[in-house]
């Protein structure tokens, strides 16, 4: 078998692609061959070395895939050889507050990630893909989608009525778009180009704005709608302060990301003054996954593919994923 792992420079360019043995899988393992995985902004982060954590040579990269099992480990019943799932991001966290969590890692950086031909995982970190769903579908769940859910439907009770300001056309945000629509709610997306503001309103976004032409958006957002319930924010300290000005009295700001940079200053007197609930939320548990995925079941929901590539073309997948032109997830195929 073959896997791919963090060379010893940071860099795309550095990545090893080696030969090993297939691993067997331990007491409570499940042995998956790997079809698919997407790419995140952290698992590019964490291959050029800009993750807040740096991690050693000789890891295999990237939290998301999904694959078919083709062994078990002793002691395992609830899959056999055949079974089509999904690897959790969280590995250790199976439900509740992460703070509860035993032993809770990450695929991906510290754990081994999905790019690899054969992983073993624990069984209880494994979820049934949908039965709708490719294997590139089903790979885009763990980070992406999950994040969403656990923003909106977990910690944010998203409800019929509500309205949900949603950034950029990313993974997360298009999960987002998609859950909130699910759940009666209405969208506010903003995003730069036309063509992807055109694309989400076919997607179900109520409201589109390009926040270039409008740089005071949290102002427009508040009037065209009474104000935000939920913000999923992936900006960072370029837009955030918007963000406190689109919300009503009470509302939520997720924080998932910080596109626009790590550092800034948000003055305290906008959250005190908007009365609001700021969270981070570092994507959820397996009982998140778990939940999304038989929601999606439910409703034959379809994750937003920009392009798939060729796990050989590896590299040109990352560069379309930097430029930021993509609309919902990149995928690697890995099946050749």
Not at 124 to 136: A, D, F, K, R, T
Not at 205 to 211: C, K, R, S
Not at 264 to 291: K, M, N, T, Y
């Amino acid at each position: 078998m073959w896997k791919v792992t963090l060379g010893e420079k940071p860099g795309v360019s550095q990545l090893k692609r080696e030969k090993t043995t297939v691993p067997r899988p331990a007491v409570g393992e499940v042995l998956v061959k790997v079809k698919a995985v997407s790419l995140n902004y952290r698992d590019w982060e964490v291959i050029n070395g800009q993750y807040h954590e740096v991690f050693s040579s000789g890891m295999v990269p990237l939290s998301d895939g999904a694959g078919e099992v083709v062994e078990v480990g002793e002691g395992v019943d609830r899959w056999q050889p055949g079974d089509r799932v999904i690897g959790s991001f969280w590995q250790g966290w199976l439900a509740g507050d992460l703070k509860n969590a035993i032993a809770p890692r990450s695929m991906g950086g510290p754990l081994d990630g999905m790019l690899s031909e054969f992983v073993s995982l624990p069984a209880n970190g494994l979820v049934l893909c949908p039965s709708h769903l490719s294997y590139e579908q089903a790979a885009c769940l763990p980070c992406a989608a999950v994040t969403a859910w656990q923003a909106l439907v977990v910690e944010g009770h998203v409800k019929a009525g509500d309205w949900v300001l949603v950034q950029g056309t990313g993974g997360v945000s298009l999960f987002a778009l998609q859950f909130a629509k699910l759940h009666g709610a209405s969208v506010v997306l903003l995003s730069s180009s036309e063509d992807k503001l055109a694309r989400a309103r076919e997607l179900g976004a109520d409201i589109t704005l390009n926040y270039l032409e409008c740089p005071d958006w949290g102002a427009e957002v508040q009037l065209r709608t009474g104000g935000i319930d939920h913000v999923v924010e992936v900006g960072g300290p370029n837009t955030l302060v918007q963000s406190f000005k689109a919300l009503r009295l009470g509302g939520q700001v997720n924080i998932i990301g910080y596109l626009g940079g790590k550092c800034g200053e948000v003055s305290p007197l906008l959250i005190l003054q908007s009365h609001s609930r700021v969270r981070g939320i570092a994507v959820g548990p397996c009982s998140s996954l778990e939940a999304l995925c038989g929601a999606i079941q439910a409703v034959q929901l379809i994750p937003v593919i920009d392009r798939i590539f060729s796990v050989d073309n590896l590299g040109e997948a990352f560069d379309y994923l930097a430029s930021g032109s993509h609309m919902g997830k990149v995928v690697l195929r890995l099946d050749s």
